[in-house]
């Protein structure tokens, strides 16, 4: 229940998830990658649908869908903020990247929280 009263609130708070995403990312050193899928057309609306996944340190985080790539790309962006927030991928993450942990912000307190 927590944790989706936690992307409901991100929702609301952040219009561009990507930014945040890359933000967090960086604060943080760790590798990310966009795969984007092969477009699907939809005969009954005469458009595509593209589909993104997005990974971290060769995790999957977060999948999107939309009428663009970027909104895709923003929605998968927006699944990955929610999905960080999880005990188990931070659990996940440091198995793969130990020293994630011991990253430190300017004023000496844990920012993977």
Known sequence: ?????ECILLQHL????????IEWTQHRKVDYEFIFEPPI???STNSSKFTTKLK???ILVGTGTGYTKKEA????CKDALCRIK????KKELNS???DISLIKDPNNTNINN
Request: hydrophobic letters at 45%; glycine letters at 4%.
């Open 73 to 76: 790309q923003q929605l998968a």
């Open 14 to 21: 952040f219009l561009n998830f990507k930014s945040k995403f």
């Open 96 to 98: 793969i990247k130990p």
């Open 41 to 43: 057309y939809e005969k």
């Open 1 to 5: 229940m927590l944790y989706l009263l």
């Open 86 to 89: 999880q005990k188990s991928f």
């Open 56 to 58: 971290v340190e060769g």
